[in-house]
């Protein structure tokens, strides 16, 4: 069956950069729309990118400009490339992909969830 594997996640100084990775494995059909989310301690999970069917893109405000959500369909893989980081983007962020398994009904799948800190 179909699984997202998140991986990219760390440490890093505040004004650096990193960048997650999500691929899906198992055979799929299509993909649809695909997103990251964030979640920190004792806050609400809140949606930071989305990346339409269409090829449209939207973004938090608090992450627009600094932010960009991409794919690699020859891959099933999405990335969340993260610059000019700061210590208020310390989550655990997860994404989540709206998809059709080969042979099945579409589905809504979540990554595993994968650390990021910025220290302060």
């Known amino acids: 069956q179909v699984q997202l594997v998140e991986s990219g996640g760390g440490w890093v100084q505040p004004g650096g950069s990193l960048r997650l990775s999500c691929a899906a494995s198992g055979r799929i059909f299509r993909i649809n729309n695909m997103r990251w989310y964030r979640q920190a301690p004792s806050k609400e999970r809140e949606l930071v990118a989305t990346?339409?069917?269409?090829?449209?893109?939207n973004y938090a405000s608090s992450v627009k400009g600094r932010f960009t959500i991409s794919r690699d369909s020859a891959k099933n893989t999405i990335y969340l490339q993260m610059n000019s980081l700061k210590p208020e983007d310390t989550a655990v962020y997860y994404c989540?992909?709206?998809?059709?398994?080969?042979?099945?009904?579409?589905?809504?799948?979540w990554g595993q969830g994968t650390q990021v800190t910025v220290p302060s």
């Open positions: 989540n992909a709206d998809l059709i398994p080969t042979g099945y009904n579409r589905g809504d799948y």
């Open positions: 990346l339409t069917s269409g090829g449209s893109t």
